[in-house]
């Protein structure tokens, strides 16, 4: 059995290298061959760092500076470390499928011009220096929703809200914009709009989204950062009402596309519009609203397969694997809520639904609190189409922003911001309440390295090598960890350093120590990544969002999250798993089945009665050690090729402290009572007496409370779901939850019948009687 085996591992093998040798065009050259390894030398992404890069590998296997841009294009980047011909003729292709013309400075760097594209995320570029004859050099762009882009990548309306009101009463005047002049390299500018649209109809194969110009403001202005202008209706464009303006060199002609430019953020075009809008803006809306309204009834229905909110906005902001921070609404950012007024804070749902690409978002208000459409125009509403679009984007309502804005955003101003009609507009976008959402699951490792199970169960395992803790039958999940010895100590100890994950869909995310365990570094493919111009990024299959060298967070398609945080120069790794995952977890993270009991269970299927008992706990984490051909790490140095890569991925040879040794005499004991107390203290005491280092007791102490306040924010809460107050009547109270008091009055004139005040009760039911408000019969 054992040579069949061997066999089929040499037949396999030799396949691969055949396959590899068509491919590469020959030895020692990286043109048309980048991530790959030639005979003599390497054009892969490690080769740097391992000093095996063929000579060629910065001439064809580029990377640009700036790296990203807006989706709407017209960022100018220079290819770095390679020079070209001045004669080259540059044409750069993004996405296998549009072309823009580049050009070569004086210094012959050579440079492209992002094009418009209607996707998000990393997108292939290929470059030409013959006219498009061949593509010989390969990198990649990353194409950025405008919502998420640095301020200092666009230009600005002033006033944005003036902007987007202009026309309606008491707003008029004169309206401005400023941008950073660099990012238009002329003397000269047109001032230009363009407007977007979609046409076709909705969900079918016609269906589609596109950019226009419009018209220009001004021609040939000096490129002075700003400009100001008094709007005018526009006559014949004004059915156009959302759009961007773009300032760009008055050297083209107008219109041109994909030209060396600055955009604005997109924007309800209300300072365009007709005649109409501005003598009467509530009349003109309204109508908008209800040709709206009828476009809403005959579409399909999407309320039924979002996802619902959670109940508070603990839930909301721990839910990191399936809800994120609405730019619109940031509570850290001062609560700025232009769409919401009233709500604090605002999160949305991560990934659009699985059907019709919808999203959900879900607002709170300052006690932490669900607002909800029923009781306040600032309540949380879903939408048609997610804001941050869906892959594989390109066409409605995929797009992302625009598609939001055509169907979910403009008929907002139309029912409730130029007129006051809020009630069409609720009527197809209501509040989901919380009574279906269902909490993830919470999973841990942090310290030297300490683990606390999805069902609770906590256990030290010190294991020197690369160990599975998650894996998952439901999606495929992998998630696997790195230990090494911590560095400086006599006695034995490990600490986490990398942890890498994947689904079968996605790409391979891992995000380990670096800078001396001062910062996280990201890796993409075994690429690392810079988030010094963006800090999230759209990824085959999942989303990272990286505020912060020291915090890092990691959304898969199948919503499971992953948190890692740097924290004393030790990692943090926090797992969170929807309900879905259920009995189908496996690894040194447990069971997830709500029963403590089976959680550390051997890969080979051996329960371990006695968690209490070092070594046999050591020999349960010692056969999660990962298998060789299904690692997924990166390994950059010689160090991790030593020490890792070619050799067994658990050491055996090295065997940990298992307890914490008692000594008075010890010149950290006293230190080690002070920082270590209450529960998990003998987390933080093995890291200061075993890793010696009161540093790393403390972020271990915090690590674990702040994993029990997760626990804590993430608990099931019972709500009893909206309560409608009576016809000709009112109620006081928009709490829904446990024990929330909600009463009811009537209107003058009519007498209320059933009860005058009701309570949310354990079982998730109001109690009393429906409140109605009657006429009193006359005696005679």
Request: proline share 5%.
């Amino acid at each position: 059995m054992m040579g069949r085996f061997t066999a089929v591992k040499f037949v396999l093998l030799v396949s691969c290298i055949c396959r590899t040798s068509v491919q590469n065009p020959g030895p020692g050259t990286c043109e048309e061959y980048c991530g790959g390894v030639t005979v003599l030398c390497s054009c892969h992404p490690t080769c740097e760092s391992l000093k095996t890069c063929c000579a060629d590998y910065k001439d064809y296997c580029v990377s640009t500076l700036p790296y990203s841009g807006t989706i709407l294009g017209g960022t100018d980047f220079v290819v770095l470390d390679t020079t070209f011909s001045a004669s080259s003729e540059v044409v750069c292709r993004f996405d296998n499928s549009v072309d823009t013309v580049g050009y070569v400075d004086s210094t012959r760097r050579g440079h492209c011009i992002s094009p418009t594209l209607y996707e998000t995320g990393w997108v292939s570029l290929h470059i030409s220096s013959d006219n498009g004859t061949t593509f010989t050099r390969t990198g990649s762009w990353l194409s950025v929703h405008t919502g998420k882009l640095d301020s200092k990548f666009k230009a600005i309306l002033v006033n944005a809200t003036k902007w987007q009101y202009y026309g309606t009463p008491n707003v008029g005047g004169s309206l401005e914009m400023t941008w950073d002049t660099s990012l238009v390299r002329a003397d000269r500018v047109n001032i230009e709009l363009w407007g977007y649209s979609e046409t076709g109809e909705p969900y079918s194969q016609n269906w589609q989204g596109r950019w226009e110009y419009l018209y220009s403001l001004a021609k040939n202005q000096s490129n002075s950062g700003s400009f100001k202008f008094v709007p005018r209706p526009a006559g014949n464009f004004s059915r156009w009402e959302l759009g961007s303006v773009r300032v760009s060199s008055s050297i083209y002609p107008d219109g041109m596309w994909n030209v060396q430019a600055a955009w604005t953020e997109d924007h309800a075009l209300a300072w365009h519009l007709e005649e109409q809008f501005r003598l009467d803006s509530a009349g003109w809306a309204l109508e908008k609203c209800l040709a709206w309204d009828q476009l809403e009834e005959m579409l399909p229905n999407f309320l039924d397969e979002i996802i619902d909110c959670p109940c508070t906005l603990a839930q909301a902001r721990a839910d990191t694997g399936r809800f994120h921070t609405d730019y619109g609404c940031d509570i850290e950012k001062g609560s700025v809520c232009t769409y919401h007024p009233g709500s604090a804070h605002c999160v949305r749902a991560i990934h659009a639904s699985p059907l019709s690409k919808s999203g959900q978002q879900c607002c709170y208000d300052k006690t932490g609190v669900q607002v909800l459409t029923e009781d306040s125009v600032g309540g949380s509403t879903p939408d048609r189409a997610h804001d941050w679009g869906a892959p594989p984007f390109k066409k409605p309502p995929r797009i992302p922003g625009l598609s939001h804005w055509i169907y979910d955003v403009l008929s907002f101003y139309y029912c409730c911001l130029w007129s006051d009609n809020c009630n069409y507009y609720f009527k197809h976008r209501p509040s989901s309440d919380c009574r279906r959402y269902q909490s993830p699951s919470s999973a841990v490792v942090f310290g030297d390295p300490h683990f606390i199970t999805f069902d609770g169960v906590s256990y030290s395992f010190n294991g020197k090598g690369e160990y599975t803790l998650v894996t998952s039958e439901y999606t495929q999940l992998v998630i696997q960890g790195r230990t090494e010895p911590v560095e400086g100590t006599s006695l034995k100890a490990t600490t986490m350093t990398s942890v890498v994950m994947k689904e079968p869909l996605s790409d391979t995310i891992e995000v380990r120590l670096a800078n001396g365990h001062k910062s996280l570094e990201v890796l993409h493919n075994q690429r690392t990544l810079s988030f010094s111009e963006q800090s999230w990024m759209d990824i085959r299959g999942v989303f990272v969002f990286c505020p912060t060298s020291t915090n890092v967070t990691v959304m898969f398609g199948s919503e499971a999250g992953v948190e890692v945080r740097l924290r004393e120069g030790t990692m943090t790794t926090t797992v969170l798993l929807p309900e879905e995952f259920k009995n189908s977890t496996r690894g040194l993270l447990g069971t997830m089945n709500g029963d403590a009991k089976d959680d550390l269970l051997s890969s080979s299927g051996q329960l371990i009665q006695d968690y209490s008992n070092p070594e046999e706990v050591f020999k349960f984490g010692a056969s999660w050690a990962v298998l060789n051909e299904s690692a997924l790490f990166t390994y950059d140095s010689e160090y991790l090729l030593t020490e890792y890569k070619y050799v067994p991925r658990h050491d055996s040879t090295f065997v940990p402290q298992f307890t914490v040794p008692e000594n008075p005499d010890d010149p950290l004991a006293n230190l080690t009572a002070e920082i270590c107390s209450g529960d998990g203290s003998q987390f933080c005491r093995y890291d200061i007496l075993v890793g010696r280092s009161p540093q790393m007791g403390n972020a271990t102490k915090v690590s674990f409370q702040s994993h029990v306040s997760l626990v804590n924010d993430l608990k099931p809460v019972i709500t009893c779901g909206w309560i409608s107050p009576p016809t000709n009547g009112t109620k006081e109270g928009t709490t829904y939850l446990l024990g929330a008091v909600v009463k009811f009055s009537c209107d003058y004139g009519y007498t209320l019948k059933g009860s005058a005040e009701r309570t949310c009760q354990e079982n998730g039911q109001w109690s009393g009687e429906e409140a109605t408000c009657v006429i009193p019969r006359m005696n005679k």
